[in-house]
């Protein structure tokens, strides 16, 4: 799920690891991969965004390698 505002794009991604609901915010140009940690478990998340011919996200939570 996605929303915009004038901040970017807010989203809801689930944890790989301990399963929780986070929101994140995406700068609207931002595409690729980065690590963020878990704001609950602290776990490590590879994030991937790719945007559609739309621009809006789609984004990919995996456990970080």
């Known amino acids: 799920m996605a929303s915009m505002d004038s901040a970017g794009d807010w989203v809801q991604v689930r944890c790989p690891y301990c399963g929780e609901v ?25 994030i991937t965004i790719e945007r559609d011919e739309w621009g809006d996200p789609q984004v990919t939570v995996e456990r970080s390698q």
């Open 22 to 46: 986070l929101e994140l915010v995406i700068d609207p140009l931002e595409r690729g991969t980065l690590i963020e940690d878990c704001a609950v478990c602290c776990n490590p998340c590879q």
